[in-house]
């Protein structure tokens, strides 16, 4: 089993609507999680933690559930901008950033 | 305040040929990292430091050099490129090693080995 998995899409979706993915983990011991997006041949940005009570930023809710091993962004009221790549960061032994493992990315459509 | 700033963008080698990629940040973190980025697959690491004059391998470290005489700059070395060196290669600085200190990435450096 990889690391980190995530659907890698695309998920096609119209503007206004409300669209989740899932990352899955395979170390129980992880401790940190960060969802990432990578718009178009660009670098990769943070875009939100994601804390163990969850967190949300705007339309953007970010949550953690340890017994499954998954990590979950859902974006509610779509935007076009919106359209990325989403990449899931998981450090899987609270090390340092030397420990991170990236997932390969969900991408991601918002449709006019 | 640039942020991580890379350079070249684009770039391209001859097998054999060996090369530079530059990386500065002007945030003060003591964390710099290279990561190299292929089609299906997650970013690697390929070398990272914790600070000046301290520098370790990632995952990926073969073929690969780095140096970090100050805090500001940590340059990326290829020392005889081959195509499978052939990817998009990203610079990424963070305050403190981790572990909930987040990756602030440079634009990219776009490789190709011919």
């Known amino acids: 089993r990889k690391e980190v998995e995530q659907d890698p899409g695309p998920f096609n979706v119209p503007e206004g609507a409300t669209v989740a993915f899932n990352c899955t983990y395979s170390n129980s011991a992880s401790q940190s999680f960060f969802w990432y997006r990578q718009d178009c041949r660009k670098e990769p940005k943070l875009l939100m933690s994601?804390?163990?009570s969850g967190n949300e930023d705007g339309r953007f809710t970010a949550q953690l559930n340890r017994a499954s091993q998954y990590i979950s962004l859902l974006i509610r009221d779509s935007k076009l901008s919106d359209s990325a790549t989403y990449l899931c960061v998981v450090n899987p032994m609270n090390f340092g950033n030397e420990k991170l493992t990236f997932g390969t990315g969900t991408r991601l459509t918002i449709i006019p | 305040n640039a942020g991580v700033t890379q350079t070249p963008k684009f770039q391209v080698l001859k097998t054999g040929q060996s090369m530079t990629l530059q990386c500065a940040q002007d945030m003060n973190h003591e964390y710099m990292s290279w990561y190299r980025q292929d089609p299906g697959m997650g970013l690697r690491l390929i070398h990272y430091s914790v600070g000046a004059g301290i520098t370790d391998q990632g995952e990926v470290p073969n073929g690969y050099n780095v140096s970090r005489s100050t805090t500001e700059d940590f340059p990326l070395r290829l020392l005889s490129a081959a195509p499978s060196q052939t990817s998009v290669y990203f610079c990424?600085?963070?305050?403190?090693?981790?572990?909930?200190?987040?990756?602030?990435f440079g634009n990219g450096t776009r490789l190709t080995v011919t």
């Open positions: 994601v804390y163990s």
């Open positions: 990424a600085s963070s305050r403190k090693r981790g572990p909930y200190s987040p990756l602030h």
